[in-house]
């Protein structure tokens, strides 16, 4: 049975500044692995989507990397803004369906 | 092209009552995710269907819950008898096809049991 654990559960930091998500997950056996943003009260967005043949993607400020046979997956923001404040969830897929982590919920302080 | 819809977005129910609730998926998409979300807890996997079949309901709970995805109209998550305890977020995704894909969520429906 695939576990999901996410470190930090919790994260403030102020505006500007470069930051790291981690996410680590039991079973190696998967399609890909996403990360989703959520806000408070809405749905989810989905931020990046890696391949289980992939190392690493990147969209804007945001670098998400893949480390299956470790289990390991990384969420790089950098130069951090207000409007980045939101729960980060990780969600590795070794099935037909996604499994989710606890989150991590990221303030960042103006 | 629509995204995933959701309806109603919130729904409020005594215990006992009924909820359905119900999702439309992207225009395209023959396969549905249902997911839940208790507060203060991540998503979970509910039940996975396709037009006409659910595929993997290891996610539901064994009582009360069930699901469906007819050839017309949108998938429905319906529970019966609610207790205080199904007070959650409900969300629905969508994708065209399976293994690497993605999933496309909708916005969720929040059910409060009073």
């Known amino acids: 049975k695939q576990e999901v654990t996410q470190i930090p559960a919790a994260l403030s930091v102020p505006e500007g500044e470069n930051l790291v998500l981690n996410c680590s997950f039991t079973?190696?056996?998967?399609?890909?692995l996403q990360w989703f943003r959520q806000d408070p009260g809405k749905g989810l967005t989905s931020l990046l989507l890696?391949?289980?043949?992939?190392r690493e993607q990147t969209s804007g400020r945001l670098n998400a990397s893949l480390d299956k046979s470790s289990g390991r997956s990384t969420l790089y923001i950098a130069a951090s803004q207000p409007g980045d404040s939101a729960t980060y969830l990780c969600a590795p897929k070794p099935g037909q369906n996604f499994v989710f982590g606890p989150g991590t919920r990221l303030s960042v302080l103006p | 092209n629509a995204g995933v819809m959701q309806n109603p977005r919130h729904l409020v129910r005594r215990r006992g009552q009924e909820a359905r609730l119900r999702c439309s998926p992207m225009?395209?998409?023959?396969?549905v995710y249902w997911y839940r979300q208790l507060p203060e807890e991540g998503l979970k996997f509910m039940v996975y269907l396709q037009k006409e079949n659910i595929i993997d309901e290891s996610g539901m709970p064994k009582e009360r819950f069930s699901a469906e995805f007819p050839k017309e109209g949108p998938s429905i998550l319906r529970i019966q008898q609610v207790v205080r305890g199904d007070s959650a977020a409900y969300f629905c995704a969508s994708s065209p096809g399976t293994g690497g894909e993605t999933q496309y969520f909708g916005p969720g429906t929040r059910l409060l049991v009073l």
């Open positions: 890696i391949q289980s043949s992939q």
């Open positions: 225009k395209g998409h023959s396969h």
């Open positions: 079973d190696s056996a998967i399609y890909n």
